[in-house]
Nanobody
């Protein structure tokens, strides 16, 4: 699966952005898609994930109530709507995808969605800068 992220940019604190991640290639076996972010000099951290079948979502606490992850099955695209942005949201945002190796189980999703090593494919990243 190839992933192409877009939608980043410069925005003032309190503003909004919507990131997109388009998947191509073997998309019919996709299980989970997610967003991670990496601020300068820091580790790549989990932001949000969505189960392709069922649409279950999972967020890091710091973005709950501000960010919304969604997907469009027909377009093979996931989105990250980011509202009430803060300067600490400044980072390069990466989308990731995991193939369906077996029957998808909800408990497995919640147990592993935040782990970078759980994902098979990564997009190139899109930069988000939030000014104060």
């Amino acid at each position: 699966v190839q992933l192409q992220a877009s939608g980043g940019g410069l925005v003032q604190a309190g503003g909004s952005l919507r990131l997109s991640c388009a998947a191509s290639g073997r998309t019919n076996s996709r299980d989970v898609m997610a967003w991670f972010r990496q601020a300068p000099g820091k580790e790549r951290d989990f932001v949000a994930a969505i189960r392709w079948s069922g649409g279950n979502t999972y967020y890091v606490d710091s973005v709950k109530g501000r960010f919304t992850i969604s997907r469009d099955n027909a377009k093979n695209t996931e989105y990250l709507q980011m509202n009430s942005l803060k300067p600490e949201d400044t980072a390069v945002y990466y989308c990731a995808a995991r193939e369906a190796y077996s029957r998808s189980i909800l408990s497995t999703f919640y147990a592993n969605a935040a782990k970078k090593e759980w994902y098979d494919s990564w997009g190139q990243g899109t930069e988000v800068t939030v000014s104060s």
